[in-house]
């Protein structure tokens, strides 16, 4: 069992009440790839420029990831500046540079295409679709998007909602995209496009899911202090990935048991500036928060 | 066992995306006993004008709610004007009309001192100092507050909360009152002010309690359609007390079906304009909805 995320490396510069980092390592499929990895095995398709410090990704290739899909392309590697005030769960770009990213078209190297589970993050819905059709075979297909592409590539995106399995998007992203200010209206119109599942990322509220089956909420751990929030839909993802794509089989409890280590991993990613907590975690530390979890939730039949 | 509430008793008008009510039954006390009285007994003080309609209320003594403390004065009954827009979790007040309200002063009748619970609605600090020192044998005393309070009468408010077993606030509340965005240390910051818990209110986002014990978090119901959200506060708080106050112990088990009752009422409250869903609300409706609560966060262990 394996995953393929594709998705972005970037050189990120955040600030936020606690600091300031400048040209940290960051990028979507960085963030997935560092948290799914931590439950199965990863392959990343991304690309960088000439100035990248290819040494950062070592931590991932300690941890197994197949880094054989990593495009090294002349110029400059994507550059992300933002900055997030007391109010964390919202994010101000201060700056966006393409750069290389601009002409990235994935690519799949060899064994790439026999993966059980597949991850679009965040890119333009034609690149997403691209790849969608080179992994016919996944057992698992899930997606995340954002404004941008819901508001300028609209029909793509609608083409590649219908082609996944699990759509997953920020609460404010799916009321924009479905024109609704309900969750639930929002969710079941994206389930109406062919997903199964539809998981909502509501940063400090933590995420709700809808399927069939209803309805799931998990809580976000509460954390005296979010340093930096970057990254926390994509380590999210990660964790809810990795641990479905080595599950024997994908059900309702362990779609729910998914969910909450996607929050358990972001929990741990939002507590420091760029990787610097995923780096460091392990799976003893993920099984300890995720029982802190189900005991701040528990409660008995009246 | 029996709760008395204090606080108000008012006509409102709201507008939200659903319509529009004018001069509608409404007040702190009215939503809290509604809902209280759905568990136990309730003894209610407040103050209305000779304008109003008393008939109103006719539901709460059907319940067995003792209106004896509601006094009427010569006068107007506070009315109370508002909107909601598609972000139901934001107020907007149009008008406020204290009316009878800016002289009211609660006298408890005969019996009223001998409750076991003490709910000190959101009024001025002053006066829910005044009831909590004529209370002193209440087995559980909880308040709310408001950004009125929390700007125009600090050191009164800081000394209320110090005579109280639980503060109940809105998330933002809290933020202003402690001064930090964080709500682990705002809770804390209350606490050591004397409350044994903290209980916050994040509307559609549910609730969050802080004591000794740790943290427990409740979702919010996934309604398709809040219609109102008024008094979602008051009845969230009228069945949190009126669990407790039938319950034998309070302790950290009942604390937590507390906080999921009340999220319980407060779904069914905002399901509708004014008392419309309270009215009819009965215990076989909540136990069932209680039971979805429990399912929608349960997730075995990994």
Redesign the interface.
């Known amino acids: 069992m394996s995953i393929l995320v594709v998705g972005s490396v970037a050189l990120d510069t955040v600030e936020t009440?606690f600091g300031k980092e400048t040209e940290v390592l960051g990028g979507s499929a960085v963030y997935f790839a560092a948290a799914a990895s931590l439950f199965t095995d990863v392959k990343l398709v991304a690309v960088v420029g000439t100035d990248f410090p290819l040494g950062e990704l070592d931590f991932l290739r300690d941890r197994g990831v197949d880094l054989r899909g990593l495009q090294v392309a002349e110029g400059r590697t994507f550059r992300w500046s933002g900055r997030y005030d007391?109010?964390?769960n919202v994010t101000h770009t201060l700056d966006t540079q393409l750069n290389v990213f601009a002409d990235f078209h994935p690519v799949l190297p060899e064994g790439y295409a026999d993966v059980s589970t597949l991850f679009l993050a965040n890119i333009d819905p034609t690149l997403q679709y691209e790849v969608r059709s080179q992994v016919p075979g996944a057992r698992l297909t899930m997606m995340d998007t954002m404004n941008f592409w819901i508001q300028g590539q609209r029909d793509e995106l609608t083409r590649m909602i219908g082609a996944v399995d699990i759509v997953t998007m920020n609460e404010s992203e799916l009321r924009m995209f479905a024109g609704t200010?309900?969750?639930?209206?929002g969710a079941r119109k994206v389930r109406e496009l062919g997903p199964q599942a539809v998981v909502i990322k509501?940063g400090e509220?933590?995420a709700?899911m809808f399927d069939r089956h209803?309805?799931?909420?998990?809580?976000a751990y509460?954390?005296?202090?979010v340093r930096d929030p970057t990254g926390a839909g994509d380590s999210f993802a990660g964790g809810f990935l990795g641990?479905l794509d080595q599950c024997g089989e994908i059900t309702p409890?362990t779609l729910?048991?998914a969910?909450?280590?996607g929050s358990v991993v972001a929990s741990f990613t939002v507590g420091e500036f760029s990787l610097r907590a995923l780096r460091d975690l392990t799976p003893a530390k993920i099984?300890e928060r995720?029982?802190e979890?189900?005991?701040?939730?528990?409660?008995?039949?009246?």
Not at 222 to 225: F, R, Y
């Open positions: 009440p007391y109010d964390l200010s309900s969750l639930i209206a509501q509220y933590g709700v209803g309805y799931f909420t998990a809580p509460p954390l005296e202090e641990y409890k729910r048991q969910i909450i280590l099984r995720y029982q979890f189900r005991d701040f939730t528990l409660v008995e039949a009246i």
